[in-house]
């Protein structure tokens, strides 16, 4: 009788293992394969996303969103574009709608800002590489928006646009040069009442000049963290 209990228990536990097992590889698998796909309007870049696009359900838990990219079937970077924390929202919460803004711009718009903003109605982001080096990739966070800008070479600058607004604005960025040198998180804040003293369309500049990222606008003030407030300057480098 003992024995058969023995059998019994050996049998229930080895079943168990062999579930988990294969639950946990089919998981693995799952994850492993891309939630979305997008290809560039010109079809030479293709972004892949991989991860749990819902909240972490435990504190101390995360769950990042990976970006692979490949040019001409070869991988080309690999990122993460956002990572979503306990009683935070989940990605799709924070971006509802994926738009690529230009051939190596890939955006994730934010709530109220699915309808894409241009140089009459929206506010700008000037992303200027001052360095001899190329950048492989660049995170920009613009207000609520996400963008993922590919291979911006020396010299080179893009703007972007979203939806013109008079609230708070936090732009930050990191990102990558093409010989592995990292380029620096850098985050700065426009806070309301700098906004709200002009009429016009507000324009920001982010400018990797001596390998870093920094962040400023011609018309407003911002600050930053670090970790006392430090004010970052209304400056005539950044072009309207």
């Not at 359900?57 to 956002?82: C, D, M, Q, R």
């Not at 799709?92 to 994730?108: A, M």
């Not at 963008?147 to 979203?162: K, T, W």
Request: proline share 3%; aromatic share 12%; net charge neutral.
């Amino acid at each position: 009788m003992r024995v058969e209990k023995l059998v019994k228990k050996i049998t229930i536990g080895f079943l168990f293992l062999l579930i988990t097992t294969v639950g946990g590889i089919l998981a693995f698998d799952f994850l492993q394969m891309p939630t979305d796909v997008f290809v560039s309007p010109n079809g030479k870049y293709k972004v892949e996303l991989y991860g749990n696009k819902e909240r972490a359900w435990l504190p101390f838990f995360e769950n990042p969103i990976t970006a692979k990219v490949f040019s001409n079937n070869e991988a080309l970077i690999s990122t993460t574009v956002h990572t979503s924390y306990w009683l935070e929202n989940s990605f799709e919460q924070y971006y509802q709608k994926y738009v690529w803004v230009d051939d190596n711009i890939l955006s994730f718009r934010g709530v109220q800002n699915h309808e894409i903003a241009n140089d009459k109605n929206g506010d700008s982001l000037l992303i200027t590489n001052k360095t001899e080096r190329d950048i492989r990739f660049l995170n920009i966070g613009f207000s609520v928006n996400k963008f993922l800008v590919i291979e911006l070479v020396a010299g080179a600058s893009q703007r972007i646009y979203i939806n013109h607004s008079k609230s708070q604005r936090y732009i930050y960025g990191t990102g990558e040069f093409a010989d592995g040198g990292e380029i620096e998180f850098e985050g700065v804040n426009f806070p309301e009442k700098s906004i709200q003293g002009t009429d016009a369309l507000l324009k920001y500049c982010a400018t990797v000049e001596n390998d870093k990222l920094s962040i400023n606008s011609r018309l407003m003030e911002g600050y930053k963290m670090d970790p006392k407030i430090i004010i970052i300057s209304k400056t005539a480098n950044c072009p309207q």
